[in-house]
C-alpha cells in the first residue's frame, strides 16, 4: 500500500496540503468535483488513470471545520477508493494563519489477503496535522497516529509551500515534502532510512473560461522512501493535469 494525504482536488492543493478543509470567515458549506489526469501525493502514484475526486466542507465562523474527501484509486482490486475524513479548527493572528486537526484514511477494495493476515481495514489510519502560513509561503506537519500497511505509527511528513498570483489570473504553486520515518512497525519492519526527501511539485493553474472551473498544470518530482529506494514507478517523476469545480 503506497503512502497517501488527500489531494484535496483543487490544483493547488499540492502546496496546501490539509488547508482545503479550513473554515472560513462565515459558517458555509462548500464542495467540489472534477478529475485529474493521474493521482499523485507524496510523490507517489495512486491512480495511474484518469482519477475522479471530490468533497464536502463545512466550516463554522468561530473556526471550526469538518469535511471529508473521496478519490478512486488504482490498486488492481475492485471498487478501490479512498474516503477521508477530517475537522479541526483554523484562525489567523497578526496575518499568520494556522490550522490544527484530525484526519482519518479510510480505503475500500485495496487488496483484501486473508491467507497473508492482510484485511482492507489495516490500510485505514489516523494522523493529527498542524499547518500554518504567513504571506505566500505554508509549512504543514503530518503525524502518524497507528500502524497501517503504507505507514508506522511516528511516522511525519512536513512540507514546506508556495504559492503565488501572476498577471492574467495564473497562479503559480510549489511545495517539498520530506518525511522522517520509524524504522519498524505492525506492518512495516526493517526501514533503512530515518528520513529523506519524498516528493516536490510545481503547479500553474488558471480559470477555464466561464465555466467556474479552475484547471492546471503540474509537474512532481519523487523522492525516495524508508528503504532507500527511487522510482520503480512508484516516485517516479510525472507530469499531470487537473481541473476542479467548486460549489
Not at 103 to 115: H, I, R, S, V
Not at 171 to 200: K, L
Request: charged share 15%; net charge negative; hydrophobic share 35%.
Amino acid at each position: 500500500m503506497p503512502e497517501h494525504v488527500p489531494f484535496r482536488i483543487a490544483p493547488l492543493a499540492a502546496s496546501a496540503a490539509l488547508l482545503a478543509g479550513a473554515a472560513t470567515a462565515q459558517a458555509e458549506v462548500s464542495g467540489n468535483i472534477g478529475a485529474v489526469s493521474q493521482y499523485i501525493f507524496r510523490g507517489g502514484v495512486e491512480d495511474s488513470r484518469t482519477a475522479l475526486q471530490g468533497g464536502l466542507d463545512y466550516g463554522h465562523d468561530s473556526g471550526l471545520y469538518a469535511g471529508t474527501w473521496f478519490s478512486t484509486l488504482d490498486y488492481g482490486a475492485p471498487n478501490n477508493n479512498e474516503v477521508d475524513l477530517y475537522g479541526g479548527y483554523s484562525g489567523s493572528a497578526g496575518g499568520f494563519d494556522y490550522d490544527l486537526g484530525l484526519l482519518y484514511f479510510l480505503y475500500t477494495g485495496n487488496g483484501e489477503d486473508p491467507a497473508a493476515g492482510v484485511e482492507d481495514s489495516d490500510a485505514n489510519v489516523p494522523e493529527a496535522y498542524v499547518a500554518g502560513s504567513y504571506g505566500p509561503v505554508g509549512l504543514s506537519v503530518n503525524y502518524a497516529l497507528d500502524d497501517a500497511t503504507w505507514t508506522n505509527q511516528g511516522d511525519v511528513y512536513v512540507k514546506l509551500s508556495f504559492e503565488q498570483d501572476l498577471p492574467q489570473e495564473f497562479t503559480f504553486a510549489a511545495d517539498v515534502g520530506y518525511y522522517f520515518y520509524e524504522s519498524d512497525g505492525e506492518f512495516i519492519t526493517g526501514g533503512t532510512e530515518d528520513g529523506g526527501f519524498r516528493d516536490a511539485t510545481v503547479s500553474l493553474s488558471h480559470p477555464l473560461a466561464a465555466t467556474g472551473a479552475d484547471m492546471s498544470l503540474n509537474y512532481t518530482w519523487g523522492g525516495s522512501d524508508r528503504f532507500d529506494s527511487s522510482g520503480d514507478g512508484y516516485l517516479d517523476n510525472h507530469f499531470w493535469a487537473g481541473a476542479t469545480w467548486t460549489f
